[in-house]
Every structure is written in C-alpha cells, then in structure tokens.
DNA sequence: TTGATATCCGGAACGGCGTTCCGTATATTT
DNA sequence: AAATATACGGAACGCCGTTCCGGATATCAA
C-alpha cells in the first residue's frame, strides 16, 4: 500500500470512530469522507460497502465479545456466565448505535463483511447456553438460534427511544425466561 | 372538496392500499404517485405525510383490533383471551410489512398521525393484561409498557427474514412467560 | 536526478429519495 | 360566459449510495 493510501486509511478509520459513535452506524458514508476531508470515492476504496468499514472498526469489539465468551466458557456458574454474556453483548449494540440493522442482515448473507462476527456470537451464545442447560440452570427447550433472536429482540428494543427507561427491566424478564427450568 | 380532487383521493387510497400490500408500507411515495397515474404533489396535497396515509388506510384495521380486544374483555378465560389478541396484534404488524418502524416513532410523537392508534393499541393490551392479572393467569410484576415492548419485539423479530422459522416459537415462548404465575 | 509507471485521489455523474412550491388547468359559482 | 376558487403536475432543492475516470502523486529504475 502506497504512503498516502496508508495515511489516509487510517484516517478514515480514527475519523470514522468518532462519527460513528457521536452519529451513529447509519451515517451517511458521504458525512464519514467530508468529515476526513477526503473525496468520497477515497472512502469507497477504501471500505468498499458500510459493513466492510463497519468490519474494520468493530473487529477488536467483536473479538473481544468472542473472548470474554470464552472466559465465561470457565465460570464456575454456567447460568451467571450465559446471563453476564448477554448482558455484554447487549451493551454492546447498544455502545453501537444502528449497529443491530447491518447485523440483522449479515447474519443471512454469507457475502457480507459482517456475517463471520456474527455468526462468530451467535455461536458463543449457544455454547454458552449449551453448558447452562447441561448444569440444568437453563430452560432446556431453547436452542442457539432462539437465544439469538431473543438478543437482538432486546437490543432492538434498547435502540427504540420509547423503550429506554424499562430495558432493564425487560432484560431481567428474559433472563429469567432463559434460566428457568421447570420443576 | 372538489369532484376531481375527491376522485383522485379514492383512487390514491385503492392503489396505495395495493402498494403497500405489495411492497411494505416504506415504498417510497414517488412510488406510490406513480402507480396511481397522478403527480407527486397530488398525493402530498391528499397526504401530507406517510404516516397520514398509513392512518388512513389502516384505519379500519386498527378498528378491527380495538373492537376485538373489546369482545375479548367479555372472554371466560382471560388469560386465552390476552393471548389471542397479542396474537391478532403481531399477525396486524406482519400483514403490514413495514408499519411497525413508523409505529414506534408514532407512539413518542404526539403529533404522529398514527399516535392515537397506537396508544388505543397499547391501553387495549393493558386492559386485557391487567383483567389476566385479576383473574391470576398472568404473571403480576408486568406492566402495559412493558407488554407493549415485548410485542414489539415479537413483531420486529418477525420482519426479520432471519427470524421466520422460528416465529411461532418464540411467541410461545414469551406467551409462557406473560402466563407464568409464580406459585 | 530524472523519467516511467503503477497507484491513488477527488469529485462529477447517475439514479433515487422526501418534500416544497408554483404556473397552469380545471371545476364550480355567479 | 366570466370570475373565482381549487386542484393538478412536475420541476426544483438538497439529500443519499455508488460508480467511474482524468489528473495528481508516490515509487521505482536507470
């Protein structure tokens, strides 16, 4: 890569960081290069779609989601590690503001630069849940999928301004859909 | 109002009705114009906003599901009787690809023309929530705010193309947990 | 140092969007 | 038939995502 494609790469992407998080995920790509002072089509080479920047930006996020993951895999209870993840992840989309839309379609589309990190957490998630129910701290008739859909649910719901003041509420209700188990 | 306006008013509403069905109620309103034969201007001057449309169109629909809340009021088990009309509510919202995002704004927006029908929406369903509560077949510490999210959420998870197979599932699901009474 | 060349940049261009506005046409009333 | 009120169409404005290419610039070879 030539020097001044370097310079203005990463650039783009401290430029990028700060709009997104002040704008949000759904900025438009022209606002990114006009705040980088950069022609647009410097962007686009750069980052050929939104969720190829978006890749780029979160994918130390992402890892970090997959390792604490991993941690949590080692917690001595299963059902307070699922729970914590949850949490994480949740808080996660949250920090990322329009984040959940481009995930919510990754997740069908294998071409997408977004669709390995998620289906990177939607498995974590199921191991996770997987050794909860093991340790019968879980619902047993909940598979990975279903605890996905029910995330993005409630991180959808965490994006919907009508819904703040009770998202942790509805999040403790979840929780406890999760973990119950019938006795 | 004058006859040609009047026609072009009917005719606005039959092919928009046939549109939406067709594309989901974000089609743009060029779209729409187009369709109809008529000016841009003309569907504006009828409908100042998408949201007027939408209100106007789903008008009756919206009817449809405050009378059946009403009828249900008078339902033996009060419980089923929730039930079935969340069920109506999310089967409304899947009907009408695309009315869920405008719902959600419409409902902090007092001036939205669909924030009357969502907040009868949402006074119905804690109406029917409060008379499960009574009877002690649904679960106590849940409020009509919070049902309202979380049949939102059922409803926004039901967009997802992801999401689709597993739709009935999770209905269930967050059926159990709105009965569940804590013995 | 000086070409030559590969690479990269900026921004115009295309088509689409929501929305506003106004000259013109049409319906209604006098 | 003339006057008036009303409604119409679509151009115009400023946005958007995305593509494309002429000109600028960095790198390399001589």
Known sequence: MRADARKNYDHLLAVAQKVLQEQGADVSMRDIARQADVGVGTLYRHFPTREALLETLLRSSFDDLAAKAAALENDAAADEALVAWLADIIGFTHEHRGILAPMMSA??????????????LKAAGASL???????????????GAELFDLIAA??????????????ERLFSIVRDTILRVDR
């Open 107 to 120: 997740i069908e589309d294998p071409d997408s630069a977004l669709h390995d990190a998620c289906v990177r």
């Open 129 to 143: 849940l997987r050794r909860a129910q093991s340790a019968g701290l879980a619902r047993a008739d909940l598979d």
């Open 154 to 167: 409630l991180a959808w719901l965490r994006e919907q301004p009508a819904h703040a003041a009770r998202s």
